[in-house]
């Protein structure tokens, strides 16, 4: 699969995250609503109402949110809408589905790596065996075991593109919410599941730094430099604060509300 088919297109897709997912009220989402009821910001044409207004309403959430491809995936495999026809199979194919472009998403860049020419035909079969369980019912896949599988490759991954580094930059899932970072020296680091919550990274050097899982919400990324971080998605820099000095992996878009 190639990048854009891992990317979210609301426009081919039924609305399934705005029907399938719960959201309890907070700082995110504005209101209460339950699994398979549809948010009463969505249109008959299955777009949001308010898609240009979604954080002044208090839907910060919603423009988080990135399905991987998922939601258009599923739509176009069911061929008809939950408004034609029960949709609770597709609601439940949502996030295993999800998931799955997932790690589709960490293989493509995986594979782009010229570090990872050792496992690279690894790397291949890996994202074929998981694109073919994207054809079929979903409902029915291991996600467990497949993750842990495609888990394996992605550590090798980081290990041949990171190299050996000193201690101080191993952080694998380290605590940093709300840590002074500004301007550190990040590079080839390793900050899988790091929880980076409200963290001042403005203008730190994330070159190639193994960034899978870690929580980037309201990080400052201002001035950071991300080009060739490891297994960054675009969720993450949502979820971050940056601006027009940011510098972030030509596979993402820069996110609406970075100024």
């Not at 997912?21 to 907070?26: E, I």
């Not at 497949?146 to 550590?155: D, F, G, S, T, Y």
């Amino acid at each position: 699969m190639v990048k854009a088919e891992l990317r979210a297109d609301c426009g081919s897709c039924f609305g399934l995250c705005c029907v399938a997912l719960t959201f309890a009220r907070s700082a995110d989402f504005a209101i209460d609503k339950a699994s398979g009821e549809p948010c009463p910001n969505l249109a008959d044409d299955f777009r949001c109402g308010i898609h240009q207004k979604l954080r002044t309403k208090g839907f910060n959430g919603c423009t988080v949110y990135d399905c991987f491809g998922a939601g258009q995936k599923i739509s176009r495999q069911a061929g008809t809408s939950w408004r034609e026809q029960p949709g609770q199979e597709m609601f439940a194919a949502l996030p295993i589905m999800r998931q799955l472009h997932e790690l589709l998403w960490y293989l493509d860049d995986a594979q782009q790596r010229p570090e990872t020419a050792p496992i690279r035909a690894e790397l291949q079969r890996s994202a074929k065996h998981v694109e073919a369980l994207t054809q079929q019912p979903v409902l029915d896949v291991d996600l467990g075991n497949e993750r842990a599988q495609v888990n394996e490759l992605l550590i090798t991954t980081s290990q041949l593109v990171r190299g050996k580094q000193p201690k101080k930059k191993e952080r694998r899932g380290a605590d940093l919410v709300g840590a002074k970072l500004r301007k550190a020296d990040l590079s080839r680091a390793n900050l899988r599941g790091a929880y980076l919550i409200a963290a001042d990274l403005a203008g730190a050097d994330l070159r190639k730094a193994d960034l899978i899982g870690a929580d980037l919400r309201d990080s400052n990324l201002k001035g950071a430099d991300l080009t060739d971080a490891l297994f960054v998605t675009q969720s993450q820099v949502n979820a971050a604060q940056g601006d027009s000095t940011t510098r972030i992996p030509s596979s993402l878009l820069r996110p609406d509300h970075w100024r």
